[in-house]
């Protein structure tokens, strides 16, 4: 007689909660370990999968069946792989289902997160560590967020992972740089632009789509005060207009251009024939304006001037189409 079969899971929705867990927890070691330099492509592919189990786990719950079907008269008919496995929905399929129960914000950072990892999986990119972490790190917490929502809280993996250490501080010289999203693959600069273009300004400040925190360094005067690498403080009312106007006053000192100083520009950079007529059919693209808050802004309620997000947004056109611009090295 057989023996008794050693089940590993008590359920399909424990295996896939389980699988789940552990790929972000895979995800957010790779990228925290200081030997690994391919790390936002690792967490990429890591953190999709952790997510598509994770939303099966919540459909198989809920009784939806998340298989690629069609209807043969009245009877179900699966659409299987080409080795015979029922093909189940994908990330983009689960999140855009009727029945997904994540907030606007945290499908548009999924979606970033899918669109990005189809760039970066079937070519190598360069530098993109800096340029998406915000991203990333918004992945993993609405991650933690709802498995705990979902699942309750002995799912959390919050416990498990601590704060990395950062052997380079935080300058904002070093913060300016990073900014530019400077050496990142052209495909990879296109598609977050592109992705982000359309996006309204609720989900791009939303901590969800992309969490962003502020360092400020404090030393400490009182012993057991410097045990932790961040402090978290209750922000009152009279510290809150203090950081709104740190961050404020970062923002007016973003150097700005006006449409003739990017000609200018561009033509001592070699574009002979970049003009006023290309800038501006440029940043009319077809009909979807690119004056948004990425690349400039208006002065005084008139005169629109652009930013350096721009300039490199031009510097990389006429990088693309320098036999039309009549591009001489200067």
């Not at 552990?22 to 957010?28: D, F, G, P």
């Not at 990228?31 to 690792?42: A, D, M, Q, S, V």
């Not at 994540?102 to 999924?110: I, R, Y």
């Not at 070699?270 to 990425?294: A, C, D, E, I, R």
Request: with cysteine.
């Amino acid at each position: 007689m057989a023996g008794k079969r050693d089940r590993k899971y008590k359920s399909k929705k424990d295996a896939l909660l389980k699988k789940s867990r552990e790929a972000m927890l895979a995800a957010v070691q790779i990228f925290n370990n200081p030997l690994i330099r391919f790390k936002t492509e690792n967490f990429l592919i890591l953190a999709v999968v952790a997510w598509t189990y994770l939303l099966h786990a919540y459909y198989e719950k809920i009784g939806i069946d998340y298989s690629y079907y069609k209807f043969n008269g009245k009877k179900k008919q699966y659409i299987r792989t080409d080795y015979g496995a029922i093909k189940k929905w994908e990330l983009s399929k689960c999140i855009s289902a009727q029945e997904c129960p994540l907030s606007p914000s945290v499908k548009k950072n999924l979606e970033f997160i899918v669109g990005l990892r189809n760039e970066v999986e079937h070519q190598m990119t360069n530098d993109l560590d800096n340029a998406v972490s915000a991203k990333l790190q918004a992945c993993a917490l609405n991650f933690n967020h709802c498995i705990i929502e979902l699942f309750g809280k002995r799912y959390a993996i919050d416990n498990e992972l601590v704060m990395s250490i950062h052997f380079s501080g935080i300058d904002p010289i070093r913060q300016r740089e990073l900014s530019k999203m400077k050496g990142i693959s052209e495909n990879v600069y296109n598609f977050i632009s592109g992705f982000e273009h359309n996006l309204t300004p609720e989900i791009l400040e939303n901590k969800e789509y992309s969490y962003k925190i502020m360092y400020i360094p404090i030393s400490a005067n009182h012993r057991g005060q410097a045990d932790s690498v961040v402090e978290f403080v209750k922000i009152s009312d009279e510290i809150a207009d203090q950081v709104k106007n740190i961050v404020m006053v970062k923002e007016s000192e973003k150097k700005k251009y006006l449409p003739k100083q990017i000609v200018t520009i561009m033509k001592t950079e070699g574009y002979k024939y970049f003009s006023m007529n290309t800038h501006t059919l440029l940043w009319q693209n077809n009909g979807k304006s690119l004056k948004v808050p990425q690349y400039g802004c208006t002065v005084a309620g008139k005169q629109w001037y652009w930013y350096e997000t721009w300039l490199n947004y031009v510097r990389r056109y006429c990088a693309l189409h320098k036999d039309e611009l009549g591009y001489i090295e200067p």
